[in-house]
């Protein structure tokens, strides 16, 4: 019987196994390494948003500001609390100055202190100014959101103006109660809340959509068209999604006699077959009057 030496497969397989840990041990240090990396690069990130959470001592306090690091990063809930569907909004504050007192203890403290004129204009007899107007913050809307609701229709929210010539566009405080009909305080629409400010603000310069019209110079009323001719909004206006507010609802192009082939325009109706027009040069001042048209 021949004995076989079986050392020499056991100093391999040791051999193997030291390797295996070797290599196991330079991973596990690769990823300690990796990781304290990380949290070395986390805590230099968080230190300067540590820093913007501080409040300063020597800032403006003598008017807010809601792009600030510090207030941009509150819920408009937070200070802006509805309990009612009042079209005017209240000024934070009611309630021993809560929730501002709670970050400007110091500020606070001293009735004498600037941080007071923002709210009052008398702060030892502690009248109110009135919530200011909307500047600072622009108001957005999507039309095609909208529009594909049921309950909620082009006669929701614009109504006639100018003797029927022209239609309202909300604006102002009273544009909150036509909103409101539908965003009341606390309501939902699926998991999202629409009842807070910034649903339909946000931080920028206030544009607003104009009511005017190129077709209003030459004549057109929609109440003319719209009452005794049965049309409907859709029957001239388009809504575009994704556009800015100004541009999310098409016009017509106010034009008969050179109006563009493919756009709708007063031509669409006016061509002598649908409705009068066309080349029939006799009907002329069924729209166009003296006092309302300007070539």
Same mark, same amino acid.
């Given at each position: 019987?021949?004995?076989?030496?079986?050392?020499?497969s056991r100093v391999r397989a040791r051999s193997k196994?030291?390797?295996?840990?070797?290599?196991?041990?330079?991973?596990?240090?690769?990823?300690?390494?990796?990781?304290?990396?990380?949290? *070395?690069?986390?805590?230099?990130r968080t230190e300067p948003n540590e820093q913007q959470?501080?409040?300063?001592?020597?800032?403006?306090?003598?008017?807010?500001?809601?792009?600030?690091? !510090?207030?941009?990063?509150?819920?408009?809930?937070?200070?802006?609390?509805?309990?009612?569907?009042?079209?005017?909004?209240?000024?934070?504050?009611?309630?021993?100055?809560? +929730? #501002?007192?709670?970050?400007? @203890?110091?500020?606070?403290?001293?009735?004498?202190?600037?941080?007071?004129?923002?709210?009052?204009?008398?702060?030892?007899?502690?009248?109110?100014?009135?919530?200011?107007?909307?500047? *600072?913050?622009?108001? &957005?809307?999507?039309?095609?959101?909208? @529009?594909?609701?049921? *309950?909620?229709?082009?006669?929701? #929210?614009?109504?006639?103006?100018?003797?029927?010539?022209?239609?309202?566009?909300?604006?102002?405080?009273?544009?909150?109660?036509?909103? !409101?009909?539908?965003?009341?305080?606390?309501?939902?629409?699926?998991?999202?809340?629409?009842?807070? #400010?910034?649903?339909?603000?946000?931080?920028? &310069?206030? @544009?607003?959509? &104009?009511?005017?019209?190129?077709?209003?110079? @030459?004549?057109?009323?929609?109440?003319?068209?719209?009452?005794?001719?049965?049309?409907? #909004?859709?029957?001239?206006?388009?809504?575009?999604?994704?556009?800015?507010? &100004?541009?999310?609802?098409?016009? +017509?192009? +106010?034009?008969?006699?050179?109006?563009?082939?493919?756009?709708?325009?007063?031509?669409?109706?006016?061509?002598?077959?649908?409705?009068?027009?066309?080349?029939?040069?006799?009907?002329?001042?069924?729209?166009?009057?003296?006092?309302?048209?300007?070539?």
């Open positions: 019987m021949i004995l076989q030496d079986k050392e020499p196994l030291g390797g295996r840990r070797a290599l196991c041990q330079l991973v596990a240090c690769g990823a300690a390494l990796v990781a304290g990396f990380a949290l *070395s690069a986390s805590a230099g959470m501080q409040v300063p001592e020597n800032a403006d306090y003598s008017r807010f500001q809601h792009t600030t690091a !510090y207030h941009a990063r509150l819920p408009c809930l937070l200070c802006h609390r509805r309990e009612t569907n009042s079209a005017r909004p209240a000024i934070p504050g009611s309630s021993d100055h809560l +929730p #501002c007192a709670g970050c400007h @203890v110091k500020q606070f403290a001293d009735s004498t202190n600037v941080i007071c004129t923002i709210c009052h204009s008398k702060a030892q007899s502690g009248t109110l100014k009135p919530f200011p107007r909307l500047s *600072s913050f622009n108001m &957005r809307f999507d039309h095609a959101r909208h @529009v594909r609701m049921d *309950s909620v229709g082009c006669a929701t #929210c614009h109504r006639p103006s100018r003797g029927g010539v022209a239609m309202t566009i909300p604006v102002g405080f009273n544009a909150h109660l036509t909103c !409101y009909q539908c965003h009341g305080p606390g309501t939902k629409s699926g998991e999202r809340d629409i009842s807070s #400010c910034g649903v339909c603000h946000e931080s920028a &310069r206030y @544009v607003r959509t &104009r009511e005017m019209a190129a077709a209003f110079r @030459v004549g057109f009323s929609h109440a003319k068209h719209y009452r005794n001719e049965g049309l409907s #909004c859709s029957d001239c206006h388009r809504v575009r999604a994704g556009l800015a507010q &100004r541009l999310q609802v098409t016009a +017509p192009q +106010p034009l008969n006699h050179h109006a563009s082939a493919n756009a709708v325009s007063c031509m669409s109706c006016h061509n002598g077959k649908r409705a009068f027009g066309g080349d029939d040069f006799s009907v002329c001042k069924r729209c166009h009057q003296a006092a309302t048209w300007q070539f």
